[in-house]
């Protein structure tokens, strides 16, 4: 059997320097994505930015973005973030009316398409659907604020999923976000995560790149050990 690509490192630039943004993308140019967080004040209590602001991030970053939809009614603006250029775009579960409908339109648009569930979201409603995502967001924060605590607690529900997936055949990425470093990444690969966002851990390393190799390694280790 061969093994699987390698894990993937998302910064999220919730932790870059706004002012300086262009020159924080550059030092992550080693990554796979940058994850760009949308929060609307609505959905969770905090505000960063909307189509304009992405958009110019998708214009400079050297690295296809990964959208990150904290907001509401995704069912009608996650298109538009599709259409902007976007590689993926992830909604959440909590918010969305038609999430079935909501990823095949993203799809159509080009867009990989994700769905989040929040911590004390049941994973068990995703299982028969896994094959409508491309990427399932398992938040082990709650959602709104960076610099949160990782959640140890959601880690059965993450190895859920991913249990499930491979019981289904489903080409599904798992993805962790919320207090990924060097300390906690072992866990969630463990758990069956593939795909991590982490803020501080490479926006606050001397060297970002350096940063994101090691956890990348960290990941790979603790996946291949489990297989």
């Given at each position: 059997?061969?093994?699987?690509?390698?894990?993937?490192?998302?910064?999220?630039?919730l932790?870059?320097?706004?002012?300086n943004?262009?020159?924080?993308?550059e030092?992550?140019?080693?990554?796979?994505?940058?994850?760009?967080?949308?929060?609307?004040?609505?959905?969770?209590?905090?505000?960063?930015?909307?189509?304009?602001?992405?958009?110019?991030?998708?214009q400079?970053?050297?690295?296809?973005?990964?959208?990150?939809?904290?907001?509401?009614d995704?069912?009608?603006?996650?298109?538009?973030?599709?259409?902007?250029?976007?590689?993926?775009?992830?909604?959440h579960?909590?918010?969305?009316?038609?999430?079935i409908?909501?990823?095949?339109?993203?799809?159509?648009i080009?867009?990989?398409?994700?769905?989040?569930?929040?911590?004390?979201?049941?994973?068990?409603?995703?299982?028969?659907?896994?094959?409508?995502?491309?990427?399932?967001?398992v938040?082990?924060?709650?959602?709104?604020?960076?610099?949160?605590?990782?959640?140890?607690?959601?880690m059965p529900?993450?190895r859920?999923?991913?249990?499930?997936?491979?019981?289904?055949d489903?080409?599904v990425?798992?993805?962790?976000?919320?207090?990924?470093?060097?300390?906690?990444?072992?866990q969630?690969?463990?758990?069956?995560a593939?795909?991590?966002?982490?803020?501080?851990a490479?926006?606050?390393?001397?060297a970002?790149?350096d940063?994101?190799?090691q956890?990348?390694?960290?990941a790979?280790?603790h996946?291949?050990?489990?297989?």
């Amino acid at each position: 059997m061969s093994l699987p690509a390698a894990p993937r490192v998302n910064p999220s630039i919730l932790s870059a320097d706004f002012v300086n943004m262009q020159a924080d993308l550059e030092r992550i140019a080693a990554a796979d994505f940058v994850h760009v967080d949308v929060m609307d004040n609505h959905f969770v209590p905090n505000l960063t930015f909307g189509p304009q602001m992405v958009e110019r991030v998708q214009q400079t970053s050297p690295v296809p973005l990964d959208v990150h939809l904290m907001i509401e009614d995704p069912d009608r603006w996650a298109p538009g973030y599709a259409e902007i250029g976007a590689a993926s775009v992830t909604f959440h579960l909590e918010a969305a009316a038609e999430p079935i409908t909501l990823a095949r339109r993203l799809r159509d648009i080009g867009a990989r398409a994700g769905v989040a569930l929040k911590p004390g979201t049941a994973a068990e409603s995703l299982y028969e659907h896994l094959h409508e995502f491309d990427q399932i967001l398992v938040m082990t924060v709650e959602p709104g604020f960076g610099g949160q605590s990782f959640m140890p607690e959601t880690m059965p529900k993450l190895r859920a999923l991913a249990d499930e997936a491979r019981r289904r055949d489903a080409d599904v990425w798992f993805q962790v976000d919320g207090g990924i470093s060097s300390s906690t990444i072992a866990q969630a690969a463990e758990a069956g995560a593939d795909t991590f966002v982490a803020g501080s851990a490479v926006f606050g390393a001397p060297a970002a790149g350096d940063a994101i190799e090691q956890l990348r390694a960290l990941a790979a280790k603790h996946r291949h050990a489990n297989r």
